[in-house]
């Protein structure tokens, strides 16, 4: 097996898309919830639900709770994908997610929500243009994360919160040339975030997210010890939220996904030959784009979502992601929330990730994906 197989095979199961996640910016979810999903992923300035905990934890203050408020659910993503023609099994994943908030006095606000945030894997009969008549490949990856979070009111206008993020990370591989088994690292970093209102119209939200670092993944082989490092992105993010008229809302949010820290080059400890020294994968940071629109209607409310971010894989580095195809830019998604009492309402949403496709600059290898997501969620408050 030659350093270029091998390099392409673990790029297969670190990089493809989310297995617990949503339709994705990369591999990062734009939201968390159907809730946030109809909303495009607009959700930084304004809370949809107590999944806000993963995105702004500064939000949960703005759900207008009176003692506590859970939201659960699950998602169905659909994401079609092929190398150089050949498509890939395994279409359909199950998403769980859930959070809970507690409005513990006027000021102070304590939550907890647990989600998947990447990872999925890939079932390829024949990935054409690495070695002629490549075997099968089947990878695996699975990232959750659970984070406990508070936010607090210095006063009527301005929001704080904080996050611990833990995540778990699982990780196995094997074609006909290798096997690396099942194995689960955990990780940890930290979200700060705030809102802000500027006037009864307008509020602003902004959040940082660290590094998650994760601990190497190793693997025991018959020649010795294969190890990665591979860390979560940091990230950063801005949001406008807007309520010209009663009942309706616009939000706009920007953000930058720092790739290139994490995914550009991954240093591999091996006991030689034909393991490679190192992962070139040449990921770019990536600005996504995201505005949400809802219009409350009585009991029922309707919302629309545009989603974009540029692709962090450039044609130059096709080759080196066979495995990946996180290719997906533009995101088009619809939500409807229906309020059953003053304390159960259900949201539905559904998203479709534009097909997009990537060559190789001077070479023929090509990736390909698409996505249909759909969410389903429950929230109880009282």
């Known amino acids: 097996m030659n350093k270029n197989y091998l390099s392409v095979a673990v790029a297969t199961a670190v990089l493809t898309l989310a297995h617990n996640a949503y339709a994705t910016n990369g591999d990062q979810m734009i939201a968390t919830s159907a809730a946030q999903a109809g909303m495009g992923g607009a959700t930084v300035a304004q809370a949809q639900d107590a999944l806000t905990v993963l995105v702004n934890p500064a939000g949960m203050a703005d759900l207008d709770i009176k003692d506590v408020r859970f939201d659960l659910g699950f998602g169905l993503l659909n994401p079609p994908r092929e190398v150089n023609g050949n498509e890939s099994d395994s279409d359909w994943y199950m998403m769980p997610g859930g959070g809970a908030v507690f409005n ?4 102070l606000f304590l939550g907890m929500a647990l989600g998947g945030v990447a990872g999925m894997g890939v079932n390829v009969a024949d990935i054409n243009g690495v070695t002629a008549g490549t075997p099968p490949m089947v990878t695996t990856k699975q990232v959750f994360r659970f984070t ?10 301005l929001t704080l919160g904080a996050s611990l993020n833990i995540a778990n990370q699982s990780l196995a591989m094997a074609n006909a040339n290798f096997s690396l088994p099942q194995n689960q690292q955990f990780g940890f970093g ?3 975030g705030a809102t802000y209102k500027i006037n009864p119209k307008l509020q602003a939200g902004l959040v940082w997210t660290s590094k998650t670092d994760v601990a190497d993944m190793e693997y025991y082989t018959t ?13 950063v993010a801005f949001g406008l939220a807007f309520k010209p008229m009663p009942g309706l809302l616009v939000e706009a949010d920007i953000k930058r996904i720092f790739f290139n820290d994490v995914m550009d080059r991954i240093t591999v400890t091996t006991p030689g030959a034909p393991y490679p020294s190192a992962l070139t994968f040449g990921w770019d940071d990536q600005t996504v784009y995201s505005i949400g629109v809802k219009k409350d209607m009585g009991p029922m409310a309707i919302s629309v979502g545009y989603n974009y971010g540029k692709s962090p894989i450039g044609a130059e580095d096709v080759t080196s992601n066979l495995g990946s195809t996180a290719i997906v830019e533009h995101h088009l998604s ?7 009492s ?10 479709h990730a534009f097909e997009n496709e990537l060559t190789q600059s001077g070479g023929t290898n090509t990736i390909k994906i698409s996505q249909n997501q759909f969410n389903m969620n429950i929230a109880y408050k009282f």
């Open 148 to 157: 406990p979070a508070a936010a607090y009111k210095v006063n009527d206008a």
């Open 342 to 351: 003053d304390k159960v309402s259900g949201s539905f949403a559904y998203t």
């Open 223 to 235: 020649t010795g010890t294969v190890s990665f490092d591979m860390d979560m992105p940091a990230s």
């Open 334 to 340: 619809f939500g409807l929330t229906r309020k059953f």
């Open 190 to 192: 930290a979200t700060l």
């Open 104 to 107: 513990v006095n006027d000021r």
